[in-house]
């Protein structure tokens, strides 16, 4: 990363927070009692990264931890120099994405269905296309 990255400081609360997401994600019971030894042995610091994924063209989307569940996405060049920050639009969350030749899409669920959207990035061209 090229930018200035200090790792996130990360309470107790915070991590309930991320397991409690994760437990109910998976259909198991998140009892208050249960996050008492994670919150002892978890690190108080996030690592600066979450995840790595190929873009169209030689690209490289790099998923950049801003705080529990946040994350920005850089956009770096074929050489590895740091490019863009895709910022997205208000109400979509990062962290669930796919990256196709155009842009990205999500599946979310609304009122117990599931919703597909595709969303076309036309402010970088280099990446995904015109």
Known sequence: ???????????????????????????????????KWIQD??????AAIKDVFPLPNGFIAVYRIVKPMVYEIDIFNQDGRYLYALIPPAGIRMDNIQFHVMGF????????????REYR??????????
Not at 41 to 46: F, S
Not at 105 to 112: N, Y
Not at 121 to 130: A, I, L, Q, S
């Open 121 to 130: 990035v036309k402010n970088v061209p280099e990446v995904f296309g015109r």
């Open 105 to 116: 899409s999500e599946i979310e669920t609304q009122d117990d269905l599931y919703v597909y």
């Open 1 to 35: 990363i090229e930018k200035p990255h200090d790792n996130v400081r990360i309470s107790k609360k915070d991590v309930e927070f991320i397991f409690r997401s994760q437990f109910e994600k998976y259909g198991f019971s998140a009892k208050d009692g249960n996050f």
């Open 41 to 46: 042995v978890y690190p108080d610091h996030l």
